[in-house]
């Protein structure tokens, strides 16, 4: 799996490896991880480390793409093939699903032939996520965020319950995301859905009301798409993904819709590490959506401004974002029946879980335990993944408090709960809570935790 033509040394890789703290050992066993979420066979070991670093030697495709990752999630920070020395064209695949068509018909055919190819073992693109893909779609959503019209002359006639059938696999994908986690068969089977069920109704023929409907079932299908390869860790599917989830809401003319597409993008593009551009994000969202979203869903685009703010440590305008959320959540009390299915997660519970997150990044311990103490308890039957994150993110904020057996306790039932979840996003909550023990790293306690992350969830410390 190794291309041994006779290099340099990479001093780029070897630099970086450095910096991030990691062991070699470490860094293999994430990408040997990376490669198994993408469907790839992969063994590498510290000597495969070395080699790549002091030898020149360069890993074969596409590796280089999951060893930024892993170095980037070291790092804190994003990492470019070029960071690591690795930089080489582009694959085939590299620009397919990221094209915002302006025409509607040309929209429809760059995301059927994305979700054609989306499932091979070999997509995944020399790029990784790239904030900048987003620049053009985000551009052109807030400019035309409807089309105006969206009906059809083509094959079989599109009726009612062909779309209460798409309908009906968003939910179950939905409720199976939230139990399990984005690897799991359902929710990984939406992706089938589009391009068997889902492509071939878009070629059909349909009125304009019927229309709006399949294009607007069709973006919530492609952006629970994009939304399992995220918890996986499939940065760039999940990108190609949103950008067509956010075409199709276009298509529909469902204006509230793109407005939450479009914070799920910024939410990725946060967890990434583009901060500036996740907030610039939510709040193009929020002032779109204004007049044409209903209050919950613009609630959630300020939350999600606010976790940005958090993590560029900007705690003012963390406070506004957060404050307007709850206001939003206020209004929307009254009318829950206008409320889309997709937003219904989204509660007082929801906000406050997130609030202990957003002063967790705040390095505030106090004001975290203070809103987790009003964040009600969630059954983690249902929403397993959720409970298991929350844990972590207390049991971090117990730690920034110096209070080590109790963050220690919730790491534990933390771990007992994501066992269960197949997602590389909890396991990376799970990762900085470990980080945060580094001042016990001697303490057996802490030891023996750490060794229960590596075995159990296979979390490299």
């Not at 016990?440 to 060794?451: I, L, Q, S, T």
């Amino acid at each position: 799996m190794t291309d041994r033509r006779a290099r340099p040394p990479n001093t780029e890789l070897a630099r970086l490896i450095e910096a991030c703290g990691a062991s070699k050992k470490s860094l293999a066993l994430r990408v040997n991880q990376l490669a198994h979420h993408a469907g790839i066979q992969a063994s590498y070991s510290h000597t495969s480390l070395a080699n790549w670093a002091r030898r020149g030697v360069t890993p074969k495709w596409p590796v280089p793409v999951l060893l930024a990752q892993a170095v980037a999630e070291r790092l804190g920070r994003p990492v470019t093939l070029a960071d690591i020395g690795m930089e080489r064209d582009e694959t085939p695949d590299a620009q397919v699903g990221l094209d915002f068509a302006r025409d509607r018909a040309d929209a429809v055919r760059v995301a059927t032939s994305f979700w054609s190819s989306v499932n091979r073992r070999d997509f995944l693109t020399g790029s990784g996520f790239a904030a900048s893909a987003f620049t053009t779609p985000v551009t052109r959503w807030l400019a035309i965020p409807a089309d105006q019209t969206a009906d059809h002359s083509g094959g079989r006639r599109v009726g009612r319950a062909d779309l209460a059938e798409l309908r009906e696999s968003a939910d179950e994908a939905r409720r199976w995301d939230s139990k399990y986690g984005g690897g799991n068969w359902k929710a990984s089977s939406v992706t089938a859905c589009l391009t068997q069920r889902s492509a071939p109704l878009l070629r059909g023929s349909f009125s304009d009301a019927v229309g709006r409907e399949l294009f607007s079932v069709t973006a919530e299908l492609s952006r629970l798409a994009g939304w399992t390869a995220f918890d996986v860790g499939r940065h760039d599917a999940a990108q190609r993904h949103f950008i067509q989830a956010l075409r199709l809401a276009r298509a529909g003319g469902n204006v509230q819709l793109g407005c939450y597409v479009l914070t799920t993008m910024a939410m990725q593009a946060l967890l990434r590490g583009f901060v500036s551009e996740a907030i610039d994000m939510a709040q193009g969202a929020h002032e779109r959506g204004k007049g044409q979203a209903v209050p919950r869903v613009l609630a959630f685009t300020k939350l999600i401004e606010a976790r940005a703010h958090a993590r560029d440590n900007n705690a003012p305008a963390a406070s506004r974002a957060l404050a307007a959320s709850e206001t939003l959540l206020g209004q929307a009390g009254a009318r829950q029946g206008d409320d889309p299915a997709y937003i219904d997660f989204y509660h007082h519970a929801r906000l406050s879980a997130d609030a202990a997150e957003i002063f967790r990044d705040l390095h505030n311990p106090e004001a975290a335990l203070a809103w987790n103490q009003q964040a009600a308890a969630m059954p983690a039957g249902v929403f397993t993944r959720s409970v298991g994150m929350r844990l972590a993110i207390v049991g971090t904020a117990h730690l920034q408090a110096r209070d080590l057996d109790r963050g220690l306790a919730l790491g534990h039932q933390s771990v007992d709960i994501l066992a269960r979840v197949q997602s590389t996003r909890a396991s990376d909550y799970v990762r900085e809570f470990t980080t945060a023990l580094a001042p016990w790293r001697h303490e057996p306690a802490v030891r023996g935790f750490v060794h229960r992350v590596r075995t159990e969830l296979n979390i490299a410390a």
